[in-house]
């Protein structure tokens, strides 16, 4: 008989966690990085327009920490996390450019090799952002060691470095605008393949969420899929 009401009690908790949970009156807590978290509002509202969402931007450090504690309940990042306590669905391949300023002698060529660009100053993300990361590993495959003249933290700014001269930037090609003084080229790496990052959805495993959360996931993931 005990055994019979553990398993009752068990197959009612989800309910009881939906009856009970905040979750059911406050938004959507969604992590983004910044390259991805423009696009994400017309999908959320294009996928579940009756759902209320909270959008916060931050580096995959500090989304994984505030999945940790609670704070979201996923975020959109690549590549995807090492430790097995988050959960992943893959979602899209996220191109990354070299930006160039239209003046520059190769910005007709299209799709280029980091090798062509070993004596270019380079202006560059800060430290500890993912999109840096790929950068330097882009440039140490290619054996070039660029000589960094600025970083930043603001795709904006250092596209305004780019537009002025001051350097060449490897930037995810979603952050960057349209803007006729600027040129993106695909990056052909060293065994063929154009620079990309793998971006997914992190979830903490285990942490519970109510069926209205999960659903509009499930919708925002098949959307950004499409």
Do not use: N
């Not at 939906?18 to 390259?35: E, K, N, W, Y």
């Amino acid at each position: 008989l005990a055994d019979a009401a553990v398993k009752a009690l068990g197959a009612f908790e989800p309910v009881l966690h939906d009856i009970l949970d905040t979750s059911h009156t406050r938004p959507l807590r969604l992590g983004a990085l910044r390259s991805m978290s423009g696009e994400l509002a017309p999908m959320l509202a294009e996928s579940s327009p009756e759902m209320r969402a909270h959008i916060i931007e931050g580096s995959s450090p500090e989304l994984l920490t505030a999945l940790r504690s609670s704070h979201i309940d996923a975020a959109i990042l690549g590549p995807r996390p090492d430790s097995t306590e988050f959960t992943w669905s893959p979602l899209r391949h996220q191109p990354f450019v070299l930006v160039v300023p239209s003046t520059h002698p190769l910005a007709d060529r299209g799709v280029i090799e980091l090798q062509e660009f070993s004596g270019d100053k380079f202006v560059a993300m800060a430290p500890g952002y993912t999109a840096r990361s790929l950068a330097d590993e882009l440039c140490a495959e290619a054996g070039i060691k660029p000589v960094i003249t600025i970083e930043s933290d603001s795709s904006y700014t250092l596209r305004s470095y780019v537009a002025a001269g001051l350097g060449v930037c490897i930037l995810p090609e979603t952050m960057v605008a349209p803007d006729p003084g600027l040129v993106c080229l695909e990056i052909r790496r060293v065994d063929g393949t154009l620079a990309y990052r793998e971006m997914g959805l992190v979830r903490l495993r285990g942490a519970p969420q109510p069926a209205r959360l999960q659903g509009a996931l499930r919708r925002l993931v098949k959307r950004i899929r499409t």
